[in-house]
């Protein structure tokens, strides 16, 4: 089992950069692959970034391939999401989540991290 802890939200205006984290802890955190997804008021949830759990392959939303960035370091046992060149349209609730190996669903997640960019 894992439990997710994210940080690093906040208020930031068009162009600007955050960095987000997900502490975990629990007994295997290496064993998982994360993702991060994000959420706003009414709307669907929407998937982000991806990392598998050795790091070694990442893929990402189209809509924010290219300014955003996933990492981990699992001696840490933390993965981030760098952000860069924020946009008013990624204003959401960013969440992370632990994918068990050779699952299909996310079994972990996260209170969720805010993230408000102003125009």
């Known amino acids: 089992q894992v439990q997710l802890v994210e940080s690093g939200g906040g208020l930031v205006q068009a162009g600007g950069s955050l960095r987000l984290s997900c502490a975990a802890s629990g007994r295997t955190f290496s064993n998982y692959h994360m993702g991060w997804f994000r959420q706003a008021p009414g709307k669907e949830r929407e998937f982000v970034a991806y990392?598998?759990?050795?790091?070694?392959?990442?893929n990402y939303a189209d809509s924010v391939k290219g300014r955003f960035v996933v990492s981990r370091d699992n001696a840490k046992n933390t993965v981030y999401l760098q952000m860069d060149s924020l946009k008013p349209e990624d204003t959401a609730v960013y969440v992370c989540?632990?994918?068990?190996?050779?699952?299909?669903?996310?079994?972990?997640w996260g209170q969720g991290t805010q993230v408000t960019v102003s125009s």
């Open positions: 989540a632990a994918l068990p190996r050779y699952s299909t669903s996310y079994e972990y």
């Open positions: 990392i598998t759990s050795s790091g070694g392959t990442t």
